[in-house]
Structures are given as structure tokens and as C-alpha cells.
């Protein structure tokens, strides 16, 4: 806007300034010259008026007529005296207020005649001295005989001289006033045919944009385009691609596409992702081996897929015991490890670790992330506790990460995923650091509205450190919008809700919603004899019976998973309804984290408490029978939670809050066999993808020991039926996509950059920040963006 108007004003004064001075230069001399022949032409018109009564005066020796019309033309206020003499000392006949001591005498006799001070008024006077001849006849002896032929009287006309300065002064307003408004003729001229130059240009742009590129590739581009062509094309080349890819509905999204798309449109760029959990931990075992554990965390889960696709560095938090012991000498080692005597891995990445101190890791991790954050953006009532000394160590820690990302990075400009809470400070570290990288900042949990955030004492510097991000993503349209909203409340930044973008700082970052997902893989050939098999052995391992029913609840033991609720939900169904006392049982899985948090040592307490209290009450009503908590906890690797969910019928995800929930999604994978019941809270991210699942509110507890009494009875049938429909969208919907849809953004943004920087070198101008948007909007359109807003797309156009 500042560049519009100072186009705009630029011309304006400069055009104004020269026509100014040229008004003065020219003004000045044109208008004396105007003023001197306008006396003079008045002078001549009372000559030739009088010329007629002087004869007469002088042939009848009476001056009485003469004097009368001296006087009616003096009347006129240009004209200040008129005298008419017959010689320098003797006057005929003059006005009133001439000065008569004078008569018709000039110069050094003037003054003379009538003193200094009359002179020097006379001298500003404009004096016209005219001979006019008379007939030696006429004269009778009065006129002088100077003439041979005759003689001549000479008329004297006094003009004003403040009433032609006056006019003068007068004449010089309008001329100035012709100058300035030709000079804003001239500048609004000039800004017109800017403007139109400009919007010409970009309208050429436009059409090379629009029609395809057709007319650049016929050389029909008009001449102002032509440098920018090459990046027009790899631009459009990039968007047809995209189009193509997403419009095809029959694409599977698969390592390969995600392979195909960062050579295709992000020409091979590093990744680099972040996170404070690392997705494979070293620990050492007490006989001194190695062993190497997977962590239980969503965000590692959905991460690794993407990061074995696209062969980056991770940098995360080294927290095994034996971490250090397995790297080189710059903290990086190659995952996943390979087996021994294994094969190299095709698709091996660098796992760089950042170590931390017990003091960093209480501050930064512990306390500020997860005693702070956390319980902030989740609602599951627990107080945040906000500490200013872990604070300051979150910051130092973000720091560390932000060194350490820059010394991975090969390139200025690589790609960027920063993953969490734990580094909401660290995308405006890492801009000041690498100015030109895409920085993808994901926040995997919950955004809670404004009036809960504002809680937070930090609240500005959270923002502000996230809007350093090219683009920041969320798991639904609801947290953006709760992001926006907060944004709006605590800084002073431009907000584009068309295209859900922030500006701040200089910096645009778009705000979307990601729904994050799983690996999807095909059903195997042997689906239905290997869930057989998982079926009975579980039943068998438990010493349950084959006709046992189970239900299946994994989780991280936390507050916000709602596994009190479940169990409860578990007692209230055998209280209503008896017949499944001894026949029926909740099998969870509760992987132990955070535990030197009071808030999590509370729950661990009070989860066994309540399993104990459950079991003993269904035992003294069914005794002998096998409990209705089976409560495991303890860590499970993948392969053995995907067992168990093909060995359980039904599935409890009933979270207080939470972000997605990729439980929910795993459990709908894994049941290959295409039946099986999902019970799922409203309040996971997943809900809103999962529709066929039996949602409940995790408070309502009765309602969740109806939805598992329906789980228990439902027809094998409608089973299928809500499961194809759940199972075709996670297919659809998977991991490849999430990442896909973000590295394309990415690449997006990336290439809109670079045509900019492009026309900005060409023209000097830079481009409106709207021009480059369609790709994303169409390709938004076509791909219908995320399951929601699939949803939204097919029932607008229902309507
Ligand atoms: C959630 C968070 C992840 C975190 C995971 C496990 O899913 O979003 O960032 O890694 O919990 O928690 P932990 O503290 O053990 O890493």
C-alpha cells in the first residue's frame, strides 16, 4: 500500500515542483510585458479620445470642454491624472489632482519643480508623454513653434500604478493556478497510464496463468513477460501436476507418491523434521546389551512413515540410556537399525539427538510442556501450572533445537517440519537462523479458545514464535479457527480469513487444518485366518474362553484419555446388564508416561484403584468368572497392539480431549477382516472423520455403557457396513496424504516465493500478494482438502 501511494505521489510533487518553478521563471516577464502594452494601449485610447476637444480648445481658445472630459475620464481608477501642456511650463487644461507645479517638465527640471519627495512618488507612477500635432493655425501663439510645420501640445497620462500591480498580482494567481491544476492533470495522466501498464502486465501473467500456459508456450506472451517465463511454466507444470494428482481419485497414496511428489515439486530438498521424541530410543538392559524401543506417541507414529519416504535428518531429544553410545561424533545415527546381519535399509534416515541435562529436561520438558502446555490445550481439568524458571529453560531449549537444525541443514533453504508443543518458540528461531527455509510447524493436540490461552503468561511470545512458520497446521478446522481467534486477541497482525493466513513481522504464514492419519496398507491374503488366530491366542493367553467377548482400550496412561471414564462405563453395563458379568471384559493397555508428574502418579493410582474396586464388585456377583478389567500396564510394540486389536471385537477410545487420536484410526486398520465396533469420543479429532463409529460423550457415562451394550449386540452386518465406510476413508485418507497435502502447500508457497523474487528482480515491483493463491484454492477445490471438507464440498453440492 506504502509502494501504491508513493507512485502515486512521487509524480504528483515532482510534476508540481517543475511546473512551479517553470510558473515562476515564465510568469514574472510575461506579465510585465502584458501590463506595459495594456498602459501604453490605454495611454494611446485617451490621446485619440482627447485629440478632438484639444483642437477645439485651442481654436477657441477655451478650455472649459477639454477640462470636463479630462475630468469624466479620470473618473476611470487606472487613470490617476491627464494634463495636456502647449509647452513644458504651460498647461492647457488638466485633472484635479494633478500636480499642477509640475506642468509638462521631465527629468532633473521636474524635480526641480516639485521636490525630492513628489519626484520619487512621481517615480512610481507610470508616466506616458504623448506628442500630439495641432494645425500652426490652431495654436494661436500658445503653442510652442518647436515644429517648423506647425506644432504640437503634449497630452501627459498618469496611471495608476497600484491598480495595475493589482491586476498584475491577480493575473499571476490565475496563471499559477493554470500550472498546478495542468500539473495534477498531468500526474493523474501519468498515474493512469501506470497503472494501466501494471495492470496490463499482471493481466498478461494472468493469462499465461489461466489459459495454461498456451500462449507462452506459441510465444504469444507479450514482451514484459517474457523473463518471467520459465518460472511461469515450472510453476504451472507444478500446479497441473498437483491437479492431476489429486484429482485422480483412483491415486493411492503410498510411500512412492510422497517419494514422487518431493522429487516432482520440491525438487529433491532436504526434510528436516523436529520433535522432542525420538522415534527410536537406545536403552541399555542390565546385563549391559542394547535394546531399542519404540515410543508410545502418535506423533512418532505418523511421523516415521513420512520420514522413511522422504530419507531426511530427524532431530529429536536423545533420552535413552544408551543413546550416546551409538552415535558419531556429531550425535546422529542411521534408523531404523537394522537387524543383525540384516540387509541396509532402503529407506534408512539420520536420527540426530540433542542432549539435554536434567535441569533442561525438568524446565523445558516436564514442567513448561508438559505442566503448562499440555493441561492448557487440553480441557480435562487440570490445572496448568505456569513457572517462570521453566520458562526460561523452554526458551534456552528451543535455542538448542534451532542450533541444531541449522547445522543439519546442507542448503539456506530446506524444508522444515517442526512437530509440537515443545517447540512453539522454535519456527521464529529458526527464520532468523535460515531465513529462506519452509518452515511446517504441526501442533499436534488441541488449540483451546482465547479466553483459555490467554492464561498462559507467555502468551504473546507463543504466537509470535509460531508465526515464523510458512505454514502452521492443525488436526481440524475448529483449532484453526480457535488459533485465528487467539492470534486476533493477543497481536496486532493482519488476519485473511479468505485464505487463512496471518502476516506478522513481514511474515505470511497460512493457517490449515491437516487431519493427521496412518500407514495404509492393503488387506493382507491371509486377513481372516490370521485374526482367527490373534483371537484365540489372546483368549487362550488370558485363560479366558474362545467365546469370551473383549473390548480393547490402548493408550498413554494419561488424564486426557479418559480411561476412568471407560472403566466406569465398563461397570455401569454389567450393573444394567448382568448377563455379561463373567463373559465379557475391557482388555487396556496403558503405556506408563510422564510419571514423575504428581498429576500422572495420581491417575496411575487411581486407574488401579478403580480396576481393583470393579473387578472385586463383578466378583462378588459372578465369582469365579474372569474380570471385567484386564488392566496391562505396560509397553506394547506395534506388532503386539496390532494383535490385540485384531483380537478384539470392539474398541474404546474415549478421550476427554484430544487432537486426533490415531488409536481410533488404527483400530479401523487393523480389522482386515472388515467387522468389529469402534466406540469413539466426540471429543477426538477423529470424530469428525469417523462418523460410523458409536460416538459418545466420555462424561456421560451411561451413554457410553449403551454404546457398548449396542457394540455387543450389533448385527455382524451393520458391523461391515460402518466399518467399509470408515475403512474406504482411512484409505483414502492416509499418512501419505496428510504429508503430501503439506509438502505441496509447501511447495506451493516455495515456488510463489520464487516467481516473486522473479518478478521483483524484473520489475522492481513486488506483485500483489493474492496473484499466486489459485493454485492452492483450486487445488482445494478439486482435492476437497480433508475428509471435513470432502464432507462440506459433496453436501454443498447436494444442495
Ligand atoms: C502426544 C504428543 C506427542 C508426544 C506423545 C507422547 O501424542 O502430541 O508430542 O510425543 O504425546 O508423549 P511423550 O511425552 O512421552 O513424548
Redesign the pocket.
Known sequence: MLRLSLAFIVPLVVVLGVLGVLSMQVSGPLLQGWTQRELDERAGLVSKALHGAIMLSLEEGNQSELSQQIESLTEDERLYAIAVCTSPNAVLAASRNYPAELACAEGRDATTRVGPAMARWLSQMHVRRIDLPVAPAAGGGLVSDAAPDGGHVTLVVMQNPAEAGRRDQQARNYLTMLFVGLGVVLALLFITVANWGWRHWINGVRRVLSDGGQAAALGRASPEIQPLLPDLRRLLRSVHEDRRILKDTTIEWRPETLKLLLREHLSGDEVIVV???EPYIHQRNEDGTIRVQR??????TAVEPVMRACSGTWVAHGSGSADADVVDARSRVRVPPIPEGGEPLHDAYTLRRVWLSAEEERGY?YGFA?EGLWPLCHIAHVRPVFREEDWQQYRAVNARFADAVADEARTDNPVVLV????FALLPRMLRARLPRATIITFW??PWPNPESFGICPWAREILEGMLGSTILGFHTPYHCQNFMATVDRFLEARITQEDQSVSFMGQRTQVRDYPISIPWHPPADDALSRAQADQSALREAMGLSPEHRLAIGVD?L?YTKGIVERMLAVERLLDRHPMWLGRFSLVQIAAP??SSLEAYSALDHRVREEARRINAWAAERAPGTPPPIILLIEQHDSESVRRHYRACEIAMVTSLHD?MNLVAKEYVAARETGDGVLILSRFAGAASELHEALVVNPYHIEETADALAKALTMHPAEQRERMRAMRTRLADFNIYRWAGRMLLDAADERQRARVQDRIVQVSGVVAPEGLFRAPWRARQAANGGSPAAAERGKRAHKV
Open positions: 520433535s522432542n521424541r515410543p508410545a506417541s502418535g506423533l512418532v520438558y508438559n512437530q509440537d508443543y515443545h499436534h493436540i498413554r494419561d508416561t510422564r487432537g
